[in-house]
């Protein structure tokens, strides 16, 4: 178990070129120990080279890696002392599962009384306790991926243990169980988890930190409230939410309001230091309701559907040109197709040049 | 119809199986059969069309100052330098081809496919082609006519296929069982030994069955470059022709020396059921 610091870290795959293309931008981050972080982006954003920079399998081109402040950044692989389990499950074929599990152990030549305590304790938590002495190659996958993360829970002492979209071959059942044992297991062993997703449930789930990634560099840390509430750029309110985040353009008429179309809407923003017009107003489509007795920062749309999702009702309407979707309670009636939707003050971001003020 | 297909399909397997059998039937009675009962006319049935002896055997071990021709010793000859060249092939073959497959070589514009293709590219010239140069390299060495000139020879023919058969293999083996046990502590070397190896014995065991194959039956370059000293198999079968054909001492020969790929195929077939490498990761 380590704190894990990455500094100034960046990475291209063709660093000798003369425009080198970098899979990740340089940023810095710390991973404190015992917590579950989830690294969150769209496919090919560099959550996976993230990873492999972390547990040694590609060098980065700058910057460095501590673990607990002790540079490991030119320490190989095997050296470093951290568990990967990768999308999909990698097992030794020719061993059993007890030998499996047991194979971290036994590469760093643990006694065999720890190494029996150990798997015996892992395969407990992870029910494969009745399969230890089966050829690992005749479990179902989602079997073998509880052995490949209960290789990288088997060492007491390991760094971290990476995941990298471990569930996507698991069924949603297990899946939701699973996430819960990750949990319980962080908390049970203290062991920091770094959880590799482009799901943004599963991410919001799983961890209590979120980074979230676009094309190479990390847009935004923090909790999955922060995430949800003050996005930092368009990107991360659009990609985090279901539905995206509501998003308008927009000209700031006084120190804190807007003015879409020609509703002025009021923000708790300070906008009188704007140096662009490119302004946008966002705002979750979950606080914005149905008007009622507001008087202010409410605005007429027409409805174009409304969609019933068993839970909650989606609004799609549309302001003059601009969509708004607002999710309402199931039982909120919808009365004709042209109603007021109150926005409010607290809730909206306003996003200068896509980025948070 | 299901009928006429189960028919068909019989009558098919039925058909293959003659097809493969009957020449080996075929070999096994003349095996037994003296100059009359072959030149007289067709004769199928032993005791009922002609009478058995086993003179065609007897041949094959007796020593040729009593007009045997004696292939006991060429036999031990053939297996011992088969069996070694494929086992140094596999050896090597199997190290070079795991290299080619996980580490990046580039020298100039020489890349790991250029590689792989240089090794192939030594089995499609012509064996005549090779004939004069070995001829020379093995006169210069001393080691003309001798068994260990065959093996060196052998390995430069037979490491090819082990290297082709393997490096694609390997490239089947997904590199994230290689990058799992370096997380989780071996050192490259055992990463190899103790989680790829394991998993490529299907692998290792077609390379092997296909140098076996390649080492026993060559005849070409064992007649080449070796005289009175050493002398393989096919080389002293040949040797067993006469103004008379001898077809019952060649039958038997020729039953003997397919004899081991025989064996080797029983076993192999048995392994290539089993262990293969589809549930290692999906």
Request: aromatic residues 12%; glycine residues 4%; charged residues 20%.
């Amino acid at each position: 178990m380590a704190k894990i610091d990455l500094s100034n870290i960046s990475h291209s795959y063709n660093p000798n070129d003369p425009n080198p293309v970098y899979a990740l931008n340089p940023f810095s981050m710390t991973w404190e120990n015992g917590n579950r972080y989830a690294i969150l982006g769209p496919s090919g954003c560099g959550k996976t080279t993230m990873l492999n920079i972390v547990s040694g399998l590609v060098r980065p081109s700058a910057g460095k890696i501590l673990f607990d402040d002790n540079d490991v950044t030119d320490l190989k692989t095997e050296e470093r002392n951290i568990a990967q389990v990768f999308q999909f499950p990698v097992i030794y074929n020719t061993m059993t599962v007890f030998e499996n599990l047991a194979f971290p152990l036994k590469c760093r030549d643990f006694s065999k009384a720890k190494i029996d305590e150990r798997v015996n304790s892992v395969a407990e938590t992870l029910n494969l306790k009745s399969f230890l002495n089966s050829p690992a190659r005749k479990l179902t996958a989602d079997q073998k991926q509880l052995i490949s993360l209960g290789r990288g829970l088997v060492r007491e002492d390991v760094a971290a243990v990476l995941m990298d979209e471990p569930l996507t071959v698991i069924d949603p059942d297990l899946k939701f169980r699973l996430r819960r044992n990750l949990k319980e297991i962080n908390e049970q062993y203290k062991t920091t988890l770094v959880y590799v997703t482009h799901d943004q449930n599963e991410a919001m789930t799983f961890a209590d930190n979120i980074i979230v990634m676009s094309e190479g560099e990390v847009v935004q840390t923090g909790s999955p409230k922060e995430l949800f509430e003050r996005p930092n750029t368009t990107f991360v309110g659009y990609f985090i939410g279901s539905p995206a985040m509501n998003l308008f353009d927009s000209e700031a008429t006084s120190e804190n309001a807007v003015k879409i179309n020609n509703t002025i809407i009021k923000t708790n923003t300070n906008l009188s230091n704007l140096k662009t017009k490119n302004i946008k107003l966002g705002i979750r489509s979950e606080f914005i309701k149905i008007a009622k007795d507001q008087n202010e920062n409410l605005v007429d749309v027409n409805v174009q559907k409304v969609e019933d999702f068993g839970n909650y009702k989606l609004i799609t309407a549309m302001m003059d040109k601009f969509e708004i979707k607002s999710k309402v309670n199931r039982e909120t009636e919808i009365s004709g197709e042209k109603i007021k939707l109150h926005i409010p003050a607290e809730k909206c971001c306003i996003y200068e040049n896509n980025k948070l003020i | 119809m299901s009928k006429l297909y189960t028919f068909l399909k019989y009558f098919f397997i039925v058909f293959w199986a003659v097809f493969v059998v009957a020449p080996f039937l075929w070999a096994l009675t003349t095996s037994f059969k003296d100059f009359q009962s072959v030149n007289g006319g067709v004769t199928y049935i032993p005791w009922v069309d002609f009478e058995p002896n086993l003179e065609g055997w007897k041949v094959l071990i007796k020593s040729p100052a009593k007009g045997g021709v004696d292939i006991v010793e060429p036999y031990f000859n053939s297996l011992f330098v088969t069996c070694t060249a494929s086992l140094i092939s596999i050896i090597l073959g199997t190290l070079s081809a795991y290299a080619l497959s996980r580490y990046t070589f580039k020298a100039g514009f020489v890349k790991n496919n250029d590689i792989t293709f240089f090794f192939i590219s030594q089995r499609i010239m012509p064996p005549i082609v090779l004939s004069i140069p070995f001829f020379l390299f093995l006169s210069s060495i001393n080691l003309l006519d001798s068994l260990i000139g065959l093996i060196v020879v052998y390995i430069v023919l037979l490491m090819p296929i082990a290297v082709w058969i393997m490096v694609d293999f390997f490239n089947k083996v997904p590199r994230e069982i290689d990058e799992t046990a370096l997380i989780d502590g071996c050192n490259p070397y055992q990463a190899f030994l103790k989680v790829v190896l394991p998993n490529s014995i299907p692998g290792l065991i077609v390379a092997g069955m296909f140098c076996i194959i390649f080492g026993w039956i060559d005849f070409f370059f064992a007649f080449i470059l070796t005289f009175t000293e050493v002398q393989l198999l096919p080389v002293k079968i040949v040797a067993l022709n006469s103004s008379v054909t001898p077809w019952w001492s060649l039958s038997a020969s020729a039953l003997v020396s397919v004899a081991p790929l025989i064996i080797v195929a029983f076993i192999v077939e048995r392994y290539l059921s089993k262990g293969n490498l589809s549930g290692a990761i999906k």
